[in-house]
């Protein structure tokens, strides 16, 4: 015997209603069941078609969650091989930096280690390694970024942005030439009629290449001398910075040179120059507080005189 099952709508919008409902979850439960068949008797359905009708639309319902359940594995599959890829690229770039200062001894044709001037062959001293085109590179770069450090309101050192402005037609030749570039933003400015089109370059890399350049030349003299500069400079900015706002009338000024005061002592205590600074800035920060606390005793007193004499005035005269 066939049953004819219509592919369009069988039973009446309600009954339909109540069946897609409750085959959402693609299962259907006893008291689900119970109830499609209480609505179908009353509206006078054949039962057991409404059963076979029922059955066909749980075992599509299944397919369907079946199938996207496959995506959604297929998907987290293919994602893990791309973070595997990804991976492996990663260090294959790495292996490709390692290699890439890996030195052949012009004496013995020996190979001289990554952070390492002298061949563990022969012991001959590599002279030109310090001269490698990537350290020179990089040291390039931090001296270039190291211009645009300021002091933020809590005392440590960030790298400003350095503005250009150019033509229309130059801003749109550099938007999509520079699209991919990490350390370049653009934006225009709207002052009244007039634009600006503006192009930032971002000097965030320093940090993190001053660490990479340690990492990676550390152990050479020159690289040593050089880092210990970045240092002193960054010190010599916060001293510069302190010594400004010390001697500002606006307490607040005060304030924030205790907070780059904490910098110095924080990050360059170590240094000896910082040293001989930290106990000279303490004295003066002391010496600004205690002035301060002055000052708002003699104002106080002088505020409480004028109350007086206004009293007074009011009642010799009131």
Aim: hydrophobic share 35%; charged share 30%.
């Amino acid at each position: 015997m066939f049953v004819f099952i219509k592919t369009t709508i069988m039973f009446s919008e309600r009954l339909e209603n109540l069946i897609k409902a409750a085959l959402q979850d693609g299962a259907l439960t006893e008291q689900e069941k119970a109830s499609i068949i209480k609505r179908a008797q009353a509206e006078g359905e054949d039962i057991d078609e409404v059963d076979i009708y029922i059955q066909s639309l749980v075992q599509k319902k299944q397919q369907e969650l079946a199938k996207e359940a496959q995506e959604a594995e297929t998907a987290r599959i293919v994602a893990q091989k791309k973070e595997r890829e990804a991976r492996m690229a990663s260090e294959l770039e790495e292996q490709k930096q390692r290699d890439h200062i890996m030195r052949k001894c012009p004496v013995c044709g020996g190979i001289i280690p990554a952070l390492s001037n002298v061949c563990p062959h022969c012991q001959h001293v590599i002279n030109s390694y310090e001269t490698d085109e990537k350290m020179m590179e990089m040291m390039k770069k931090i001296t270039a970024a190291s211009e645009r450090m300021r002091i933020d309101y809590d005392g440590n050192i960030y790298l400003d942005e350095k503005e250009n402005t150019v033509s229309k037609d130059e801003y749109e030749r550099l938007t999509k030439e520079w699209k991919n570039k990490p350390n370049i933003r653009f934006n225009i400015v709207t002052l009244g009629k007039n634009k600006y089109y503006c192009w930032y370059e971002k000097f965030d890399y320093y940090f993190p290449l001053l660490s990479e350049l340690e990492k990676l030349y550390g152990n050479l003299p020159k690289v040593q001398e050089f880092l210990m500069e970045q240092k002193r400079k960054r010190l010599s900015i916060l001293s510069n910075e302190f010594i400004k706002k010390i001697n500002d009338d606006d307490f607040d000024e005060v304030v924030k040179a205790e907070k780059i005061l904490n910098t110095i002592t924080g990050t360059y205590g170590s240094l000896p120059e910082a040293q001989a600074l930290i106990s000279q800035y303490q004295a003066k920060i002391e010496e600004r507080k205690k002035e301060t606390k002055v000052k708002g005793t003699f104002k106080n007193i002088g505020c409480a005189i004028i109350i007086v004499i206004i009293l007074l005035f009011c009642i010799i005269f009131g």
